[in-house]
C-alpha cells in the first residue's frame, strides 16, 4: 500500500525550508504622481458638502514595488501605494488592478493594495455620499476614473523601475498624536470633548509615539525611497475648503530638502482610529514653543516626524542589507459585523427620518440609514460578515500587515506586541472600513464607537488581530 501524503504539511515544510533558507536577491522600485485635481471637487471627510476653491498644497501616490529573486527565478512580490485621500473607497482597487493587469504580464494583481494618509482635504472618491452642484465641479466618478489611470501609471513605472538595491529598518519617536477621547466621571468619552473641567478623568486610550521607517538605496548607494508609519491620521487642516497633503506635505518636503528632490515617500498611516493631531490639553504651551520656533502647527509636525525619522537613518543605514527574505500573504477574512440592538435602530431610525427632508444633509442621512439597512437585515437570523483582504508581508526582520479600517490604537498594539518580527508595521486604511473601536469605547459611547461610526465591533477587531498573528507566524516558521 503506497503511503498517503499529507499535502498542507507538505506545503508547510516546503515554507519553512523557504523562508529558512538564504535570503534572496532584492530588487526594489518607486515612482511617484500628482493626483491634485486640476478641477474644483467636493472634500471627502466631513460631515457637511465642501468643495475646493484651491490646491493649497499638492497631493500625490507614490507606489513602491518589491521583488526577492532566487537563481533568477522570482520567489515574491509585492506593489503598496500610499495615497493622499481620506480611504479607498469600494472600487478604486478594482479600478486600479483592472489598469494595470494587461500591461503587467509578470506582475500579481492580487499583491497590490493601496492605502490612504486619511486627509480630509482630499477628493471625494464615491458618489452619493454628498449632494452636489450640477455645474462647476467635477464628478467623484470622473475623479476616480482619472486617479485611477494615474495610479495605474506610477505602478507600473515603479514596476519597471525595480532593480537590485538595498534596504534597512529603523524606528525613531514622534510625538505626533493624542488620544482624542477624553473620559469622563460618569464613564462617558467624548471625541474632542473638553479636558479642562472638574469631570474629566484622562484619556481613553494608548499613543503610540514610534516612527517605524523603512529606507531603500540604490546600487550606487544613493536613497531613492523611503516608508514612514506613524500611528495618526493626517487631519490637522481637515475642516478646510481647499486641497491639501496635510503634515505630510512638509515631511516630503523637509526630507527632500535634504535628501535629494526626487526622494519618494510613502505614507502609511498606523492604527490611529482614536488618534488625532489636534491636541486635548497642553495647547498654550505648544503654542508658545512653536511661536518661539516660527512654525506652524503642521510644520512642527513635520519636524518632529523628520527628527524621528533621521534619528532612525542614521542607525539603520549602518545595517544595509541586499538579499532579504521577500514573503507576501493575502488573505480574504470575514469579520462579525457589530450586533444593532434595539435602542440603537430607534435612535438611527429617528435621525435618519429627520435628515430625509433635506437633500443638503444626505451625509447624515445616509450615516443613519445604513444601520437600519443592517438591523433589517440582522433580523432575518444572520447578523452578518464584512469581507476585507488582509496584507501580511516579511520583509527581511521586518513585518508589514494592513486592515481597511480606522482601527483603534490598542489593536495596532496588540500586533506588534504579539508579532514574531523584530519591527512590526501596521498600514491602516487600505480600504474603507470605517471606524473599529475598542470593547471600552463602545461603553463610552460618542462618534466613532457609535453603531453609525462602526460596521465591525469589537469581535471583529479580536477576529482581526488573531488573524493578522496567525499570518504572521506563518512568515516566521521557526519562531515560538
Not at 533621521?310 to 543605514?317: H, I, P, Q, S, T
Not at 433589517?376 to 486592515?403: F, P, Y
Request: net charge neutral.
Amino acid at each position: 500500500m503506497k503511503p498517503v501524503l499529507n499535502l498542507s504539511l507538505v506545503a508547510a515544510f516546503l515554507l519553512s525550508a523557504l523562508l529558512s533558507a538564504a535570503a534572496a536577491e532584492f530588487r526594489f522600485g518607486a515612482a511617484t504622481v500628482d493626483i491634485t485635481p486640476t478641477e474644483p471637487v467636493a472634500l471627502d471627510g466631513q460631515r457637511n458638502t465642501r468643495i475646493s476653491k484651491k490646491a493649497e498644497t499638492p497631493i500625490s501616490a507614490t507606489a513602491l514595488s518589491l521583488e526577492s529573486r532566487e537563481g533568477g527565478k522570482v520567489v515574491d512580490q509585492a506593489v503598496i501605494v500610499s495615497c493622499d485621500l481620506v480611504a479607498i473607497r469600494a472600487g478604486i482597487l478594482e479600478m486600479v488592478r483592472a489598469k494595470v493587469k494587461p500591461r503587467l504580464a509578470d506582475f500579481d494583481v492580487r499583491k497590490l493594495f493601496l492605502s490612504a494618509t486619511h486627509t480630509h482635504t482630499a477628493p471625494v472618491t464615491a458618489d452619493a455620499r454628498y449632494t452636489l452642484p450640477e455645474q462647476g465641479v467635477m464628478k467623484p466618478a470622473d475623479y476616480s476614473d482619472w486617479l485611477a489611470s494615474r495610479l495605474a501609471d506610477t505602478i507600473v513605472e515603479s514596476w519597471r523601475q525595480r532593480a537590485p538595491g538595498k534596504v534597512a529598518w529603523g524606528q525613531g519617536q514622534a510625538v505626533v498624536a493624542q488620544n482624542r477621547r477624553p473620559l469622563y466621571s460618569d464613564g462617558s468619552a467624548q471625541m474632542y470633548g473638553p479636558s479642562a473641567t472638574e469631570k474629566f478623568r484622562g484619556l481613553e486610550g494608548y499613543e503610540d509615539h514610534n516612527v517605524e521607517t523603512l529606507f531603500f538605496w540604490d546600487a550606487q548607494d544613493k536613497l531613492v525611497a523611503t516608508a514612514i508609519n506613524v500611528a495618526c491620521p493626517a487631519q490637522e487642516v481637515e475642516s478646510l475648503s481647499v486641497i491639501n497633503a496635510d503634515f505630510w506635505h512638509p515631511v516630503r518636503e523637509q526630507l527632500r530638502a535634504r535628501h535629494g528632490k526626487n526622494l519618494h515617500v510613502l505614507a502609511w498611516a498606523g492604527a490611529g482610529g482614536d488618534q488625532s493631531p489636534h491636541l486635548i490639553y497642553g495647547k498654550p504651551a505648544d503654542e508658545r514653543m512653536r511661536k518661539l520656533r516660527g512654525l506652524t502647527r503642521m510644520e512642527e509636525i513635520a519636524r518632529r516626524i523628520v527628527n524621528g525619522w533621521e534619528e532612525a537613518r542614521e542607525a539603520a543605514e549602518k545595517d544595509r542589507r541586499a538579499d532579504v527574505v521577500l514573503a507576501h500573504r493575502v488573505k480574504d477574512l470575514e469579520l462579525p459585523l457589530r450586533v444593532v440592538t434595539e435602542a440603537e435602530v430607534a435612535k438611527a431610525r429617528s435621525e435618519a427620518e429627520k435628515f430625509s427632508k433635506d437633500a443638503s444633509q444626505r451625509w447624515n442621512y445616509n450615516w443613519n440609514q445604513s444601520v437600519v439597512t443592517r438591523y433589517e437585515l440582522q433580523r432575518g437570523g444572520d447578523a452578518g460578515t464584512q469581507k476585507m483582504e488582509l496584507h501580511v508581508l516579511r520583509l527581511g526582520d521586518v513585518a508589514i500587515a494592513s486592515n481597511e479600517f480606522e482601527l483603534y490604537t490598542d489593536y495596532g498594539v496588540q500586533m506588534k506586541a504579539r508579532s514574531p518580527a523584530v519591527q512590526t508595521f501596521i498600514i491602516q486604511l487600505a480600504g474603507s472600513g470605517g471606524y473599529l473601536p475598542t470593547e471600552r469605547a463602545v461603553v463610552a459611547g460618542s462618534y466613532s464607537a457609535i453603531i453609525q461610526s462602526s460596521r465591525v465591533g469589537p469581535n471583529g477587531g479580536q477576529a482581526l488581530v488573531e488573524q493578522t498573528f496567525e499570518t504572521l507566524k506563518e512568515l516566521w516558521p521557526t519562531s515560538k
